[in-house]
């Protein structure tokens, strides 16, 4: 039997009838419609020469045709590749080129900037979606008989491409297989005990994990609903949550959500479940929201790479400033940094993962690969934690300095490396301050030579263009000189230290 995602989807479908997505203009999709058009997608992928294992990049806004479009690709055997539409020409030029697409479909309007670009990279085809549906997917789709018959592929074959930020400022491309989809999605339907009978209101963007995989596909094999929103709006959401019986979001969703005053338990009476990823959710607000709303935040652990590790439980105590247990089937210990070797319980130290979740490697970089694996196959996540008596898992620091805001991933180096570039600037160090809308703040702290003429406004229009808005400083502070140890490495602690109350209100 085929392990294809798609046909495993599919086979799990009870009711062709019902609505699998409604959108926020009103436009509803049966699974029937969803089949069907994703079907389509993946004849005209094929009738263009996309063969199994080629990559198909996408740069589009969120709407229910491009939802669609990514069971397409996995149903014609393809390899999806999503990217932030927040990304400039500069980033694509790296991640198209690296990934070597044969399709990229962006916005309409974006095609005559990205359209010779990709051209000039050797990709074969370069089609449109719009936000509403419209554009030259679309249209070239209507012509394709409907009926596709999905590719076989093996459980081990590629499914997707993830990039994810790299330390030294080059992007890494997470290899996610059929079954680490497959099988991470049927876990958590069954742990978070979601039905046919659900409705998930979806404010998520689908170009990373959370929203692309977590969301839509624990919703696809329940056979259940989703409200889908373009973006997320907080008038919105409290309008449309008494339809609702659950919410995936980022921490910033619940602050947001908090300032409200419509917000009460009786709005949110008929929600059995609210899940909060990407980002460290405080427990200051897990504590607000339970005082509100009687519903205490499900918060879980996961990664690019992994998809989903920990979650804390369904009907046990969900501890606030933790992520829960290992979910079934994965292991999760925590390990020195330096030996590697594992550490007591209680004990802080890095953690590791293995599992049937975590993905094959990164895309053409075998030394990277092997050198965040074990040899015993734990994936080192270069995050680190503790485990404690109870057996959750606590999140206490990441290492490789990554910070998270708004749910998005930033690596410090990338930011740095633009900066350091822009004439009278000697170095830079870029940090996350704690923000209370954002989880993190993008922080950067510069040096300049004497008699310089740059200022904040500068060096934020000089970065304006050449990074994604979420990976923009929110401040930028001059000094004489960073902090260093006596190895000369710069302490970010310090600097973190330092500014930790910047964002406070």
Known sequence: MSENLYTLIRSSIADPAKIFIETGDGRTFSYADTFALAERFAGLLVGLGVQPGDRVAVQVDKSAEALIFYLG?????????????????????????????????CRPNAEKDLG?????????????????????????????PAGFAAVPRAADDLAAILYTSGTTGRS??????????????????????????????HALPIFHTHGLFVASNVTLLAGASMIFLSKFDGDEVMKLLPRATSMMGVPTFYVRLLQSPALTKESVKHIRLFVSGSAPLLADTHKEWEARTGHRILERYGMTETNMNTSNPYDAERVAGTVGFPLPGVSVRITDPETGKPLAQGEIGMIEVKGPNVFKGYWRMPEKTAAEFRADGFFITGDLGKIDDRGYVHIVGRGKDLIITGGYNVYPK??????????????????????????????AVVVA??????????????????????????????VDDLPRNTMGKVQKNLLRDQYKTLYKK
Do not use: C, Q
């Open 449 to 478: 030579s004497k008699g310089h003429a740059l200022d904040e406004a500068g060096v934020l229009k000089a970065l304006d263009g050449r990074l994604a808005k979420f990976k923009l400083p929110k401040r930028v502070f001059f």
């Open 414 to 443: 990338e930011v740095e490396t633009e900066i350091d570039a822009m004439p009278g600037v000697i170095e830079s160090a870029v940090i996350g301050v704690d923000h209370p809308d954002f989880g993190e703040g993008v922080t």
């Open 116 to 144: 010779p670009l990709a051209t000039r990279l050797g990709v074969a085809h370069v089609l449109t979606l719009g936000g509403n549906g419209d554009g030259s997917l679309m249209e070239k789709a209507k012509s394709v």
């Open 172 to 201: 890494k491309g997470a290899m996610l297989t059929h079954h680490n989809l497959y099988s991470n999605a049927a876990t958590l339907k069954d742990y978070w005990r979601f039905t046919r009978d659900d409705v998930l209101l």
């Open 73 to 105: 690709v996995v149903a014609a055997g393809g390899v999806y590749l999503p990217l932030n539409v927040g990304y400039t020409l500069t980033e694509l030029e790296y991640f198209i080129g690296d990934a070597e697409p044969r399709v990229v479909v």
